[in-house]
């Protein structure tokens, strides 16, 4: 494990992860604030033996995606907002088809055009399919330049385990923000990886087929519930941190850039004597609802701050229902919240 | 008397009742392909890209690995394809709703940017899974459910030549109009698909072959009717030939 220390942006260690962990094709279209990944890969790609395109939309790269992904490759797309709407076709149909592709949205404000400022306003696209059909993404959201270089290369052998796309949800905050980063080197991608399913052409094997379409009477509904059984084993990735939960009286949710921005006014009040803690789910699916009814069955009142209108509070509300309620405070879209604006809220709702 | 083998399903071909219409040049245009695939040693290491409409079963009859694209989308999943699998032989079966229509900037871009596969373009001038509706290459006068009244050019526009239109992008090496209403336009159809697929197996560039053919029942047509309408109203708007050949072969306009 040969370990470097850089000073990179977030979008940067995205792309310095992906390659790091194996990736052999990307797709993407241009589209702020998310345009240093594309940039940056189509030199470094090529220069690894890989291959870039820049695709004539957001709905071709991502059905670019579909193609190398059912051809076992390590393959990523990345966009902002209305771009991963124009994705969600054939996001839906990977899922249906089983393919494994790692998808990344570094979410900007909308809904429409909305404007280039960091949001979490696709929480729910994120995490309650975004395309048509029943099926599940697992999302990953990192909050620091170094947790999207690590997260990245989990998202690579989380596709691959489940074979299901993977989300990486980001924000402007975290692709545009510079940091220190280790990066480091995982273990080479296996050549037997996706052997027993992926396309190579069928020499000296049957054919392979790899599709969406079940038409005979049962033969959806089959699926389906094979989809589900594995979006339920999907409970075995849930990551979340918990900080100063313990003896917290107050517990603030919050994922993401938001999460790490309320972890310092966390820290901060904590230094003022206030029993608060920090609960961030790192999986937004699957979410780490089992781990927030324990702290809600401790006694624990709960405060969501999302830089939205209200979206993952919904998640919490849901985890902590049989004990708790969750107050609510949305963040406006398009602007950078600093810890003291944060500090306001919990402040409040701790005094209720 | 003795048995004598003169003509057997090309081996890439499963022994299964075809779904197609009667007199639906679906069943020709697979045979064709499925030939080419044998008889030029393509079969295992062929990933064909299965698009929508009737043809979507493809992988029901020929047996090679097979990935379905959603609706027009066919030409850049086969780019996914090709990029993350160069040494496969890949190719697209599209009809004319899902290529010209849907997925008009998908085939363009594809062929634009010179990528290394084949599209093999079924072209009916109608909707045929749908249930007969308008398509881009529908031809005017043509009554279709969604133009009961023929289409109208001032109202819907005009057929499109995808043949000629493809000739004009960069990255494409071969384009041609073959028909499969006779015999010996389906031997021409042949030798069209076989240049095609040798032109990737030379890594030239993009090959597209469009076929023209029937749609009996959207049509309203007997299987006989429908031939001949290829003939009389098809051919003089959707001409017959090699619109572009940059291997030097000749032919090309």
Not at chain 2, 55 to 68: A, G, K, R
Not at chain 2, 161 to 171: F, K, R
Request: aromatic share 8%.
């Amino acid at each position: 494990m040969s370990e470097k220390r850089m000073f990179i942006k977030g979008n940067e260690a995205i792309a310095y992860g992906a390659l790091a962990a194996g990736l052999r094709c990307y797709f993407g279209y241009p589209i702020t604030p998310q345009n240093d990944i594309p940039e940056f890969l189509s030199k470094a790609l090529p220069d690894a033996g890989g291959e870039f395109v820049q695709a004539e939309s957001e709905v071709a790269s991502a059905n670019m995606l579909l193609g190398a992904a059912a051809c076992g490759v390590r393959a990523m797309t990345t966009s902002s907002s209305p771009g991963i709407s124009l994705m969600q076709e054939a996001i839906s149909y990977m899922a249906g088809s089983e393919l494994p592709g790692v998808i990344v949205n570094m979410n900007r404000g909308g809904p429409g055009l909305g404007d280039i400022g960091p949001s979490q306003g696709d929480y729910f696209q994120s995490t309650k399919g975004g395309g048509h059909g029943d099926y599940r993404l697992l999302v990953l959201s990192p909050s620091t330049c170094q947790e999207a270089y690590d997260l990245i290369i989990a998202a690579f052998d989380l596709a691959f385990k489940y074979r299901n796309p993977v989300l990486v949800l980001g924000d402007a905050i975290l692709g545009q923000m510079k940091e220190p980063v280790t990066t480091w080197k995982p273990e080479p991608v296996s050549p037997a990886e996706g052997g027993d399913w992926r396309l190579d052409g069928a020499s000296g094997r049957p054919k392979r087929l790899l599709k969406s379409l079940f038409l005979d009477e049962g033969e959806l509904a089959g699926q389906n519930l094979r989809l589900d059984a594995k979006y339920k084993s999907m409970q075995a990735e849930v990551r979340f941190e918990a900080y100063q939960t313990e003896d917290a009286e107050l517990v603030v949710v919050a994922h993401g850039s938001i999460g790490r921005i309320a972890k310092s006014a966390v820290r901060s009040l904590r230094a003022a004597g206030e029993k608060v803690g920090l609960f961030r789910p790192i999986t937004l699916y699957p979410f780490p609802t089992q781990a927030l009814a324990e702290l809600a069955a401790q006694g624990k009142r709960f405060l969501t701050i999302e830089h939205n209108m209200g979206q993952m509070v919904e998640d919490v509300r849901l985890a902590v229902r049989f004990h708790a309620d969750s107050g609510f405070h949305g963040l406006l879209p398009g602007n950078m919240p600093t810890p003291d604006e944060i500090e306001a809220p919990i402040r409040s709702a701790l005094s209720r | 008397m003795k048995d004598e083998l003169v003509f057997e399903r090309p081996s890439v071909m499963t022994d299964r009742g075809m779904h197609y219409c009667p007199g639906c040049h679906h069943g020709v245009a697979h045979r064709l392909v499925a030939e080419c695939l044998v008889e030029m040693g393509l079969v295992e290491k062929t990933i064909a890209v299965s698009a929508i409409g009737c043809s979507v079963f493809l992988y029901n009859y020929i047996s090679v690995d097979t990935v379905e694209a959603p609706h027009g989308r066919a030409p850049a999943v086969a780019t996914g394809v090709k990029r993350a699998r160069p040494d496969a032989f890949v190719f697209t079966y599209q009809g004319d709703g899902d290529l010209a229509s849907i997925g008009l900037a998908e085939i363009m871009h594809c062929a634009n940017r010179g990528e290394r596969l084949t599209v093999v373009f079924v072209n009916n001038t109608v909707y045929g899974m749908t249930g007969g509706q308008m398509a881009p290459t529908t031809l005017i006068g043509q009554k279709t459910t969604t133009c009961p009244g023929g289409r109208c050019q001032d109202r819907e526009g005009g057929p499109m030549n995808m043949a000629e239109i493809i000739a004009g992008l960069g990255g494409t090496v071969y384009s041609t109009r073959v028909a499969l209403d006779s015999v010996k336009h389906i031997v021409q159809a042949k030798k069209a698909i076989k240049k095609a697929f040798t032109i990737q197996e030379q890594d030239l560039g993009f090959g597209f072959v469009e076929l023209l053919a029937t749609c009996p029942t959207n049509w309203r047509m007997t299987p006989l009717q429908a031939n001949e309408r290829i003939a009389k109203e098809m051919i003089p708007v959707f001409p017959l030939g090699v619109f572009r050949d940059a291997t030097g072969e000749g032919g090309g306009k």
